[in-house]
């Protein structure tokens, strides 16, 4: 006996051979046309979603769909043309960056150690933005700046040239090979321009500079062969000259090579000529902070250097002055930009100088250069005890080879009191606003005073005193006899030439009346009081 506990009871069968009509068509029978109409398209629909379900699922999951789906992913957009106007931004954006922020070791590397990364890189440096090498060779330009008259200023620039296109440096043979098929710029006969890299035209150093030529060539067959591919540009300068005096240092190196390249933001490759180690490893940290490359000597090197684009020379301005102008200076940096890329160099902690009052109670700190050759302040000491009655807190010390620790001490200081040329060019490393005083020797010397250190302060945004020695307060007056033109007219001695004030008025050593010299310690208080 079957259970019924699981069986559904059956409906009482119709008549003995009778035949059903099936129960669907039979209940449709019973539907309006209309309804059955929308009963039909509501089916279909529901059916197509459900189609549709398991299209997605199998999308998902299938690697045919999968790979078409990252196809599509890397496709390129429907229109790749770029706004002008945001196009124009990122452009303006890129020139515009300025050097990195970070700070360079505070440890200052040997010259074996600033050199080492030069030697370990690979044949293919790393690339840079705007130089990369493509296969595609770029139209071969060169452009020269050789108008070294500058109106109002008696010193020359040098010529510069940049170069674009195939450039192979053989420092070997000191020639920059410039494939040139159209013959691009101007050439002597033998197709070449010679230039002396030393960013001072003194007519008197520049045989000591290694020549170093362009050599256009028509064909890249002609040129030597590669044997290290760059993807930046290059610079190639020497650091002849009066290099090792603390100002030329500055001026015929340092900020022409900051004017010229900080732009780059490190991506570019060095090559020194004159090379020296001890001005190398004396400079690294500033060197490291404008190339992310370790320097080439292009005095011994011997393999063929190529790149894309070059430089031989550097742009320069007038001595500790950065001006706009629109080419030699197309980003308008100015000397406070130089200022805070060597604080940035040197880790200097003081961007503006202390703030004074009762409430503070902080004492101005004033550093004094000592000297020990010419123009020394024979009473440094009375001096020094003057500005301590004044209410300044002074150091005493004397510039010497460690540039950064130095540097330490005159950004520690609000006011830095020197004579002139005797280490007033460290006025590079004060804080903004804080205070330069320069004692001017004997000798009509208004005009250097203020064009070597008066205006770059300015420049600088520091405040600025100077005080003029007279008669008694200059050792003149014990080696010449007061109606001597020395004192009659100083400017016979300008006129005789540098030699002439180099043996004269340059040799002088000042001791200044503390009494008539009290009121200019008292205005560099006041200017930093204001």
């Given at each position: ?50 189609y ?13 769909f ?84 500058d ?20 420092p ?55 044997t290290?591919?760059?993807n ?7 650091v ?19 004017l ?7 991506e ?22 404008l ?11 011997g ?16 001595d ?28 200097l ?17 004033m ?6 050759g010419t ?27 460690d540039?950064?620790g ?10 830095l ?28 010397m ?15 945004r ?62 560099a208080?006041?200017?930093l009081?204001?």
């Amino acid at each position: 006996m079957s259970s019924t506990a699981y069986t559904r009871p059956s409906k009482p069968p119709g008549p003995a051979g009778e035949r059903r009509p099936p129960r669907l068509a039979k209940e449709l029978g019973r539907i309006e046309p209309k309804k059955l109409g929308i009963g039909l398209v509501a089916g279909c629909c529901l059916a197509l979603l459900t189609y549709i379900s398991f299209a997605r699922l199998f999308a998902i999951y299938s690697p045919v769909f999968e790979s078409t789906s990252l196809v599509m992913k890397n496709a390129p957009p429907a229109s790749t043309q770029q706004n002008p106007v945001l196009a124009q931004q990122q452009s303006k954006a890129e020139d515009e960056k300025d050097v990195g922020e970070d700070e360079t070791d505070r440890k200052v590397p040997s010259f074996a150690e600033t050199t080492e990364k030069n030697e370990e890189e690979e044949t293919v440096t790393k690339p840079c933005r705007s130089f990369i090498h493509t296969g595609d060779e770029a139209e071969a330009t060169i452009s020269c700046d050789e108008n070294g008259v500058d109106e109002g200023f008696p010193y020359a620039r040098p010529p510069v040239c940049e170069l674009t296109g195939d450039i192979r440096i053989s420092p070997k043979e000191k020639t920059m090979f410039f494939v040139n098929p159209s013959s691009a710029g101007a050439f002597d006969g033998n197709g070449e321009k010679k230039i002396r890299p030393y960013a001072r035209k003194d007519d008197f150093l520049l045989p000591g500079v290694v020549e170093v030529i362009i050599k256009s060539v028509s064909s890249p067959a002609i040129a030597p062969a590669c044997t290290r591919t760059h993807n930046v540009p290059a610079v190639v300068f020497s650091v002849a000259g009066y290099t090792d005096n603390f100002f030329h240092d500055n001026t015929d190196v340092m900020i022409p090579l900051f004017l010229t390249t900080s732009h780059l933001a490190g991506e570019v490759q060095f090559l020194i000529t004159n090379f020296k180690p001890w001005w190398v490893h004396k400079f690294t940290p500033l060197l490291k902070k404008l190339s992310n490359y370790g320097v080439i000597n292009f005095d011994k090197d011997g393999e063929v250097h190529c790149f894309r684009r070059g430089h031989l020379g550097l742009y320069r301005d007038r001595d500790l002055i950065i001006s706009p102008h629109p080419t030699r200076n197309p980003r308008n940096y100015s000397m406070v930009d130089y200022n805070r890329f060597l604080r940035r160099a040197f880790g200097l902690p003081r961007d503006s100088p202390a703030v004074l009052g009762d409430k503070t109670g902080a004492k101005p700190k004033m550093l004094m250069i000592e000297r020990k050759g010419t123009r020394k302040l024979l009473n440094l000491h009375d001096v020094a005890a003057l500005c301590e009655d004044l209410g300044f807190a002074v150091t005493v010390a004397e510039a010497g080879a460690d540039v950064r620790g130095f540097a330490e001490k005159v950004n520690a200081a609000d006011v830095l009191l020197a004579v002139h040329g005797a280490g007033l060019t460290n006025q590079i490393f004060l804080p903004t606003g804080a205070v330069l005083v320069q004692i001017v020797p004997w000798g009509k010397m208004d005009w250097m005073a203020t064009n070597f250190y008066g205006q770059p302060a300015r420049d600088m945004r520091l405040r600025y005193v100077e005080y003029y020695v007279s008669e008694e307060e200059t050792t003149l007056k014990d080696k010449y006899p007061r109606d001597h033109y020395v004192f009659k007219d100083p400017m016979a001695i300008h006129a005789q030439g540098w030699p002439a004030l180099a043996e004269i008025v340059m040799k002088q050593d000042v001791m200044v009346n503390v009494t008539r010299f009290k009121p200019f310690l008292l205005k560099a208080l006041d200017e930093l009081q204001e």
